[in-house]
């Protein structure tokens, strides 16, 4: 361990990583040409980034990434690549003076907080939007490719990806992916951890282009008829890293049964342990079923689906009467009341798709559950906190971090009867460290804190500004973006945005969301003076 | 035959001890002071030297060695010397070893280190210890004919029903045969009006269910099966066998070890044994814990003495039965003596195991009774053999007095030995042999 923090090598690396940013942004540049569309936005930013990134890259020849260096790495790759694709919204609101005009000057991600929020919910896979109008008469192909785009790049971790794809990072890449790596601790599937990080990215892409190709052969079947190739594409980059960001305003209810019913396995795979996908294809199948963290990520998700189905089927779930000022009206109301209440397949769809989404922090909507009743909607808003699993592309908590909590404190009360017994956590017959399970009560205890401290804060500033939200609306706001959901209830449910706040919060959020990814601690570290210290 | 012993220990020396009338022995010991005295002791040839070591090896003459058995107390050292042993001469190698990594690698390739036999002195004495659980009041359990038969040794008190009957009173069990009651350190072979006195120590031989009645007509009150609660104390090599081997046998053990960081280790070896880090004899805690409503403590402590106290302190807190690791072999009578219900010497275990390899005659499996007041041996009856084609009545009366034919397993069926059941070649027969007896007898069998 150094003594001191290396800050140019952390730099340095974001700086090459931010230049390779360029290359995915090929691909919405070729959209907007096929398209038809201005190229200019994605032009002018692949210049930015290999313009900043070869600068960065200046700072030092040979960097030395130790685990004080990787945790300033990641968390200023993550902060270096959100403002750069930022850039790509700006550009096709304002245009560029002397140069082009303006594309969609409407567009609300003109105003550059928007524009932030809306670019590190994407790298962040949250999907949480400040989107005014989400159709293609605001906004082009190009550019909404891009926020799609983003989801994907964050995903499975733009870190990760580039310990697999460039070499000078393989050295430090253990402390660089475990400082990123969702749940506690990282796997190495391989001895170099290269192939480890190319594994995982395999298994993501794999699964990605399956779940287009499934998704666009519905469309060619005529099973879901607004299924089209950019539709498919724009899915498929956007389930697999739980992120949520649709092309449509309707999400995913603008689509059919059938579409729906593809989506849930693919947000299912998307919230499991992606080194269990590496063990099953090679050769170990079994182990998928093994995995206590997976049969535990099932069950939850069986349960709470199963209670949500019935509640549904019964029409307890579901309003009577739709409240004046809501994203949805009364017509919208007793259509889908007659289409759940009585009906099977729709109350089971609609629950396991709702569950699945919010569990894995998807954030996908194949309805307007604020048309659900209050108890429904709690039980949203508990599974908000449970997450996919550890190594998964999901966020929140995660199932993992639960079920040793869950299983310490059963030892707390054994060992208050029995003082002098030895227990130690079992996590699949084996025995879990202390000290990790330490970490596993301050993370969960610091996201709690974090949660409620975040709520007054976000409720105070919109009592400020005169924007009426109740507290189970901030509520959902804070624990949609902190654990990269998305959409919450009310005003910033699955048809709606988190526009109306205030730009202080809606900057506020973006750190959420920011600390939310990399699950907090990598990031609160560096506010710490013990960090920089000698 | 010429048998080669490297450590001349406490098990060394037994054996050595044990072999020295009936075959050549040669001991090999690092300790020069040990091998003058063995010189003097034991009617063997000690030498001074490095067991390890070709040199040494060739001075023993190990290629005309029928047997090498390497018993020092170290692993390493007994692993190389036979395969060092066996590198240069074609003999048979028994390797003594505490560690199971070893015994599980050798089980896995029975060619690994060159070693022909291998003993785990810790895993032997946790096996013997969980024998005794299942069965109250017994002092020793051995299986033979892989479980089909079982030998047990019962101590019969003043309280038990069995007390002053005569044996065809207490045998009320078809497939049971008295081998012999022990009386003050004397072993007589029963008849049917041969009474059972206080005190007394029983011998059967017979299946498994009707050696578990008869403990239950020696001790009525003790319900034995899974419901026993077992407490071991201790949280040795041995300690932790006893747990491992109880729990999958479906028993929930409770261990007590005092270090911290052994007792979180054998915590994480053990999911289906409660640990408790504490100092077995702390009153407060004991009593706490309800220790003394236990049916039965294993005391695994390092130390002989603190195993005796923690075993009498148990004894009196309630605990039914107590059962004591005991090091020091000669200890065993002594402890036994004063409270302790079952002493379980590793080493005599261990020598146990080994005499089944000096047995000529084809011996498959070997229990001492009282250390060596008698043996009990599983025997597979070949065409030769004195017992094959006759009337047991017949072949018994060829046999000197002290023999016992307590049961015969046949393809893997049990058979209760009558006067005139005929045993066949190929026939398992488990026999109980007194040891005055025992060199004139195994031959024939």
């Known amino acids: 361990m150094k003594l001191r923090v290396d800050y140019r090598a952390s730099l340095r690396l974001v700086g090459t990583v931010l230049k390779y940013l360029a290359v995915p942004l090929c691909f919405p540049l070729v959209v907007a040409l096929y398209y038809g569309e201005s190229v200019l936005p994605f032009v002018v930013t692949m210049g930015v980034t290999v313009l ?68 590190m919910s994407g790298f962040t896979t949250t999907g949480a939007t400040v989107l005014g109008d989400i159709s293609f008469n605001s906004h082009t192909r190009g550019i909404m490719m891009w926020r799609q785009l983003t989801q994907w790049l964050g995903g499975m971790g733009i870190v990760v990806l580039a310990v697999a794809i460039l070499p000078e990072l393989s050295v430090g890449g253990a402390q660089l992916m475990d400082a990123e790596a969702p749940g506690p601790g990282i796997e190495k599937l391989t001895p170099r951890i290269a192939e480890t990080a190319r594994a995982l990215w395999g298994a993501y892409l794999g699964l990605t282009v399956l779940e287009i190709v499934l998704l666009y052969g519905l469309h060619v079947t005529g099973n879901a008829p607004n299924m089209d190739v950019y539709n498919a594409i724009a899915h498929g980059l956007t389930t697999m890293p739980t992120g949520g960001f649709s092309p449509e305003a309707r999400s995913i209810e603008a689509f059919s049964a059938a579409a729906q019913w593809v989506i849930i396995p693919f947000m299912l795979a998307a919230g499991t342990n992606f080194a269990l996908f590496w063990h099953v294809l090679t050769g170990d199948p079994k182990r998928l079923f093994r995995d206590t963290e997976f049969k535990s990520y099932l069950g939850v998700i069986g349960v709470i689906s199963a209670i949500l189905a019935g509640i549904l089927f019964l029409g307890d779930g579901l309003m009577s009467v739709a409240p004046a000022g809501e994203t949805y009206d009364q017509l919208y109301l007793e259509g889908i009341r007659t289409a759940i209440i009585g009906n099977v397949e729709p109350a089971v769809r609609q ?40 190594g998964s592309t999901g966020g929140a908590v995660k199932i993992v971090r639960w079920y040793v ?118 990031v609160l570290v560096i506010f710490t003076p013990e960090y920089w210290r000698r | 035959m010429r048998v ?15 072999l020295d009338e009936t075959h050549e022995v040669v001991v090999i010991d690092c300790d020069p002071e040990r091998v003058d005295e063995l010189n003097y002791s034991l009617d063997v040839l000690a030498l001074h030297g490095d067991g390890t070591s070709v040199d040494t090896l060739e001075e023993a003459d190990v290629e005309r060695a029928d047997m090498v058995i390497a018993s020092t107390d170290d692993d390493e050292t007994n692993i ?132 578990q009645g008869f403990a239950s007509s020696v001790s009525p009150g003790e319900s034995p099966g899974t419901a026993e609660e077992v407490v071991i104390v201790g949280g040795s090599e041995i300690g932790y066998h006893v747990a491992r081997l109880l729990e999958e046998r479906g028993f929930k053990p409770r261990l007590i070890e005092h270090d911290p960081d052994r007792a979180r280790e054998l915590a994480e070896m053990l999911p289906g044994t409660i640990v408790m880090e504490s100092d077995a004899t702390d009153v407060d805690f004991l009593e706490r814990e309800y220790i003394g409503d236990a049916d039965l403590l294993v005391s695994a402590l390092d130390s002989d003495e603190k195993n005796l106290l923690v075993s009498l302190l148990a004894a009196r807190l309630g605990v039914e039965r107590t059962v004591a690791v005991i090091d020091t072999t000669p200890y065993v009578d002594l402890f036994e003596a004063v409270g302790v219900d079952v002493g379980v010497s590793p080493r005599e275990v261990v020598a146990e195991e080994i005499t089944r390899f000096t047995r000529e005659g084809g011996a498959e499996n070997v229990a001492l009774i009282e250390s060596d007041k008698a043996e009990v041996l599983e025997i597979e009856v070949d065409a030769e053999s004195v017992l094959a084609g006759k009337p047991i009545r017949e072949s018994v009366a060829t046999l000197p007095e002290g023999v016992v034919i307590g049961a015969i397993t ?6 209760t030995p009558r006067g005139d059941t005929v045993i066949e070649p190929g026939d398992h027969v488990v026999v109980f042999v007194d040891s005055c007896v025992i060199d004139d007898v195994t031959p024939n069998l």
């Not at chain 1, 209050?374 to 906190?385: I, K, N, R, S, V």
């Not at chain 2, 046949?410 to 058979?415: A, P, Q, S």
């Open chain 1, 52 to 119: 900043v990134g070869t600068g960065l890259e200046r700072l030092t020849d040979d960097p030395d990434i130790g685990s004080r260096e990787g945790f300033l790495m990641v968390a200023l790759t993550w902060l270096a690549v959100t403002i750069v694709g930022a850039i790509p919204f700006l550009i096709e609101a304002h245009g560029i003076p002397f140069v082009a005009s303006p594309i969609h000057p409407e567009s609300t991600l003109g105003n550059p907080v928007n524009a932030l929020f809306e670019t």
């Open chain 1, 351 to 390: 629950s396991v798709f709702q569950v699945v989404s919010i569990v894995t922090t998807t954030g996908y909507a194949s309805i307007d559950f604020n048309a659900w009743s209050a108890p429904t909607q709690y039980g949203l808003l508990f599974a908000m906190f449970i997450g996919g699993s550890g």
């Open chain 2, 410 to 415: 046949r393809r893997r069926e049990f058979i």
């Open chain 2, 4 to 18: 080669i012993i490297i450590g001349a220990g406490q098990v060394g020396s037994s054996i050595a001890a044990d």
């Open chain 2, 80 to 211: 190389v010397a036979c395969a060092t042993a066996k590198a240069i001469s074609d003999a048979f190698t028994i390797a003594r070893v505490k560690n199971t990594e070893y015994l599980r690698t050798w089980q896995r390739s029975e060619k690994a280190f060159g070693i022909d036999f291998m003993v785990c002195t810790n895993l032997l004495a946790a096996e013997s210890i969980v024998r005794v659980v299942g069965l109250p009041a017994a002092r020793d359990v051995d299986p033979f004919a892989g479980g089909q038969v079982q030998m047990a040794e019962f101590e019969v008190d003043d309280e038990s029903p069995v007390a002053n009957q005569t044996v065809s009173e207490a045998d009320r069990f078809d497939s049971l045969t008295f081998a012999a009651i022990l009386r003050d350190g004397e072993v007589t072979i029963p008849r049917g009006d041969s009474v059972i006195g206080p005190g007394d120590r029983v011998v059967v031989i017979g299946s498994p269910q009707s050696v």
């Open chain 1, 405 to 522: 909590i869950v299983k310490s404190l059963r030892r707390e009360l054994f060992t208050t009867a029995h003082p002098e017994a030895v227990r130690p956590v079992r996590l699949a017959g084996r025995a879990v460290d202390e000290r990790a399970i330490r970490g596993i009560y301050a993370f969960t205890l610091l996201y709690l804190v974090l949660f409620f401290i975040s709520t007054g804060l976000l409720h105070l500033d919109a009592a400020r500004i005169g924007f009426d939200v109740s507290i189970l609306e901030t509520m959902s706001a804070v624990a949609a973006t902190l654990g990269n959901v998305g959409p919450g209830f009310g005003v910033v449910g699955p048809m709606g945005s988190y526009l109306d706040f205030s730009n202080g919060s809606k900057l506020y959020m973006v750190l959420l969301m920011w600390v939310g990814r990399l699950e907090i601690l990598p």
